[in-house]
């Protein structure tokens, strides 16, 4: 297992229950203290739910430790004040408002500077385009906005929930090296269904299945078995056909592999 | 949808009643309403004072007039529910359906000159086809917006009405049913008590239909739109047919409601066109307790009996020797009622006839520890 | 000639008087998708609280001048006040049960009305003014009562406020952004509720504004006012598009001049119809017009 300190963050048996239904049964995963960490699984297995759980987006029980802070019993906004950087599934970004008031909604008064030197660094567009409202940018432009918001506070994690789903191969590898660069300071859970972004940035992996934790390691490790990377993630058998995941390391290229999402991609 | 509009609660009960009880009690137990509804019968001839509750005699006019208006309004409040609380509907155009019964019977028999009986029928065939064509057109909304439209509809024949277009509606002042073209039996205070049972039939009519609707394999896609629309979407359903039908039959037992209070109070006013009417509606079935079997009745009953008593006990001794700070607000039934209904929304939910159960709850906790 | 702009002035002024009800309940409905059926009560509280001050019950406040617009700002801020002990005490503990907070409105909305015909009666009780306000004013041939005039001005410089504060302030920003995902809002580390306070506080302020003025218009209060204001209120939102505010304006404005000529021209009454069955005709259209943006 990890050889890291203590993980950042703890979950344990958290569980989701929405209306009738129970969408999480019971999920622990850690987030190392260093490097990105993915959440991993099929569709519908839980993900983006664990993620919206841990955040306090839908009620939830369990117990989420935040540098052994307890904070399942906080609001969202008090847990996020605590150092996180959330980009959610889908983006969240205020179509009507311009990219700069999209920005100025992340600044946290009273938590130091806002770090537009770095955003601005690793996203130039996002200056020149700061008075475009943000829903007439393209889909990788917003998800350029969403992941500045979570670099502009100087947090201690980021969650990123699918940053490259439906953008178009070229973007996918500038957001992979973006939140490569990211983890590189901070630590990163990251949900992607993206295998290939998923070997060039993580360390470890958490995967889901009937929202449950069913399997917790290295990354490199469950990627390399193909027979437990079908089983658990319901991925073609990579290793035999000749679209196969490329090396750890090398560019993302999503059109590659068959876990890609068959939405149009966008630029 | 949350636990203040749970339609399970008085069935569920007694289905789980524990499986030690014999069969027959259980089948007998069935049939528990039936002495209430004898006792409802007999009101009329009993001269028992309830005092507080009632000035003078039960049975005296006065009383009987009271009771029969709240027995209109629980199975009016009854019929409402088949809306909001089985179904999911929030509909601020209620009172529009009791309102086409009253004023199209009271209109039939003054301008055309037709007896009550076939008045009667044309009004509440008027009731069916207005609930169906504004019901149609309302429920391509959804959400929010079909509350807003059918408030709208609503208060368009609220002003309407109020106009008076050719003095068939006499505006303002609202017109007397023409005593001529009513039956006998059911004219003038010596007959008080055959209006009565009439407010009582219609009661048992209305909790029976509700009753056998409610259990209907509609009835039960009605819950399952309640519970969550699109999962009976999913099933292969369309929910557009299904609200419908709830929309009419409620529009339907509307409108008789509005012909029994036009024989009951003798005449068509406006105020039973208005929103406050319909909100009053929505006051009495959250009151009680929305999508149960008894809690939109009680909530009825209770709504009219306050609406009309605590006006005059305020004037009592007991409320005249308060300071000002409590006798102000004790004259104003409205905000008793006010206040009462948002109480019940946060610490009752699911209404009044959630009472006895919370209190057994509360007591078995206090027994255990 | 004269007519039509007294027709015109007069819908205006009802139009303005819609706006300082309509541009709260919108914001409301907008950021937190309640809909206030109190809100009308707030604005008979409004209306109240400047009559009580006027008559001559606070000092420093009556019936003239300064003395009527210390009234004026008197009930403005009781309104205030009560509109944000009814978002904390009534809409807050029901927060994420949509349902229950309209109903909660519901029964505030009876109560309040209720309330103050137990204290003042339920007659209409006349509202004192400055005598400079009951004249009119010769414009273009028509003589037009100053409290039309001052009924648009107040409109006005609301409508301005309020885009100031949407645009420029980083509290109008979260209002902005709360009515489009307020989920996201609060994922930013922005504590969404206090935004749920504030247009409380902001429509509560409108509203009994429009209750205060509003009296002039009347010439008199009564418990029911706002409430019988309130549909027509409803049809503006609508129209305008829940939580637009620029919609609320041009909205207000058509609603308010449709009636006037409607009820002037045809029969009176038709106005008050034309635009509940707008409001119907509007939805079913574009049943969209209920997702509106902040403009």
């Known amino acids: ?71 399942v019993r906080l609001a969202t906004h008090s847990l996020v004040r605590r150092g996180i950087g959330y980009a959610p599934e889908d983006r969240g970004v205020f179509a009507t408002l311009t990219v700069a008031e999209n920005l100025r909604l992340a600044e946290r008064p009273g938590a130091g500077q806002p770090a537009y030197d770095l955003v601005h660094g690793l996203f130039p567009e996002l200056r020149q385009r700061a008075r475009q409202a943000a829903g007439t940018l393209s889909g990788g432009q917003q998800q350029m906005v969403a992941i500045a918001r979570t670099l502009l506070n100087g947090n201690r994690l980021i969650i990123a929930d699918e940053p490259t789903k439906g953008l178009a191969p070229k973007v996918v590898t500038e957001v992979a090296q973006v939140l490569e660069r990211a983890a590189e300071a901070v630590p990163v859970l990251l949900v992607e269904q993206n295998l290939a972004v998923v070997r060039r940035l993580a360390r470890h992996c958490v995967v889901l299945a009937d929202g449950r934790t069913a399997h917790r ?42 876990a890609t999402r068959t939405e149009e991609a966008e630029v | 949808m949350t636990t203040a509009t749970r339609p399970r609660g008085e069935t569920r009960a007694a289905d789980q009643s524990p499986a030690t009880r014999s069969e027959r009690f259980r089948r007998a137990a069935r049939w528990w309403p039936a002495l209430p509804l004898v006792a409802l019968f007999l009101v009329p001839y009993s001269a028992l004072p309830l005092p507080g509750l009632l000035d003078g005699p039960i049975g005296s006019p006065g009383n009987l007039q009271l009771l029969s208006l709240c027995l209109v309004f629980g199975a009016l409040a009854t019929g409402y529910d088949l809306l909001l609380g089985r179904t999911g509907l929030l509909s601020f155009g209620h009172a529009l359906y009791f309102a086409a019964g009253a004023y199209v019977t009271n209109t039939i028999m003054l301008e055309a000159g037709l007896p009550f009986a076939v008045s009667a ?61 009513l039956p006998a039996a059911l004219v003038g205070i010596e007959n008080t008590a055959n209006l009565y049972w009439v407010a009582l039939a219609y009661l048992v009519v209305v909790l029976l239909i509700v009753r056998w609707a409610v259990r209907s394999p509609t009835g039960r896609v009605w819950e399952g739109i ?82 009309h008593r605590l006006g005059d006990l305020s004037g009592s001794g007991a409320v005249t020797g308060l300071p000002a700070v409590l006798r102000v607000p004790l004259s104003q039934p409205l905000f008793l009622l006010g206040a009462l209904f948002v109480a019940v929304i946060y610490l009752l939910p ?7 159960a919370r209190l057994r709850a509360a007591r078995a906790v206090v027994v255990e520890s | 000639m004269s007519t039509v702009v007294l027709l015109t002035l007069t819908g205006l002024g009802l139009g303005a008087l819609y706006f300082l009800v309509a541009s709260g309940l919108s914001l409301i409905f907008g ?46 801020a009781v309104g205030t006040v009560a509109a944000v002990l009814l978002e904390l005490a009534v809409i807050r503990p029901l927060y994420a049960r949509p349902r229950e907070q309209i109903l909660a409105t519901v029964g505030v909305g009876l109560a309040v009305p209720a309330l103050l015909s137990a204290i003042w009666g339920a007659d209409a009780r006349p509202f004192p003014g400055p005598a400079a306000l009951s004249g009119t004013a010769g414009l273009l041939g028509a003589e037009v009562p100053f409290n039309r005039l001052v009924l648009i001005a107040a409109a006005l410089v609301v409508l301005a406020a309020l885009r100031l504060f949407l645009s420029r302030t980083r509290h109008g920003l979260v209002v902005r952004a709360g009515v489009e995902d307020r989920a996201m809002v609060t994922a930013l580390g922005i504590d969404v509720r206090k935004a749920f306070t504030l247009v409380f506080a902001i429509g509560g302020a409108a509203a009994a504004l429009g209750g205060a003025i509003g009296g002039l218009y009347f010439g008199s209060v009564d418990p029911e006012q706002g409430t019988s204001l309130l549909i027509f209120a409803f049809v503006v939102v609508v ?45 079913l259209v574009r049943p969209r017009g209920l997702t509106g943006r902040l403009a």
């Open chain 3, 239 to 283: 129209m305008g598009g829940m939580g637009s505010l620029a919609g609320a304006a041009l909205a207000s404005v058509a609603v308010g001049l449709v009636q006037q000529f409607a009820n002037y021209y045809t029969t009176a009454g038709l106005g008050d119809l034309a635009v509940v069955v707008l409001l119907a005709a509007l939805l």
């Open chain 1, 217 to 258: 390691g290295p990354a490199a490790e469950l990627l390399a078995d193909a027979g437990a990377a079908h089983r658990l993630l319901g991925v073609g058998r990579a290793g035999h056909d000749g679209a196969g995941p490329s090396p750890a390391g090398a560019s993302a290229r999503p059109a590659a592999h068959p």
């Open chain 3, 31 to 76: 950021l937190m998708d309640v809909l206030n059926f109190a809100h009308g009560a707030l604005m008979s509280i409004g209306a109240y609280g400047t009559w009580w001050a006027a008559s001559g019950h606070l000092p420093g406040a009556g019936p003239g001048g300064a003395a009527f617009a210390l009234a004026v700002v008197f009930g403005t």
């Open chain 2, 226 to 307: 309640k519970e969550n629309e699109r999962r009976v979407e999913v099933l292969g359903l369309r929910p557009y047919g299904f609200k419908l039908t709830a929309f009419v039959l409620a529009g339907t037992l509307a409108a008789l409601g509005g012909i029994v209070h036009l024989l009951l109070t003798g005449g068509a006013t406006p105020q039973t066109t208005t929103s406050d009417f319909t909100l009053s509606l929505l006051v009495m079935v959250v009151l009680g307790g929305s999508g149960t079997r008894w809690g939109p009745l009680a909530g009825g009953i209770l709504y009219t009996w306050a609406d």
């Open chain 2, 121 to 181: 029928l044309l009004g509440l065939l008027a009731g069916v086809a207005l609930s169906a064509l504004l019901g149609a057109v309302s429920l391509r909304v959804t959400g929010i917006g079909f509350s807003m439209v059918t408030l709208a509809f609503a208060q368009a024949a609220s002003i309407l009405v109020q106009r008076d277009p050719g003095g068939v509606t006499g505006g303002e002042e609202g017109r007397a049913a023409p005593a001529d073209k």
């Open chain 2, 350 to 356: 699911g209404g009044l006839v959630r009472l006895p």
């Open chain 1, 1 to 71: 297992m990890s050889t890291s300190p203590a993980p950042l963050l703890t979950v344990r048996d958290l569980r989701v229950v929405i209306g009738d239904s129970h969408i999480l049964h019971g999920v622990d995963l850690d987030v190392a203290a260093r490097g990105t960490t993915a959440l991993l699984g099929r569709n519908g297995a839980g993900k983006t739910t664990t993620v919206r759980g841990i955040l306090g987006l839908v009620p939830r029980t369990g117990s989420v430790l935040l540098s052994g802070e307890e904070t």
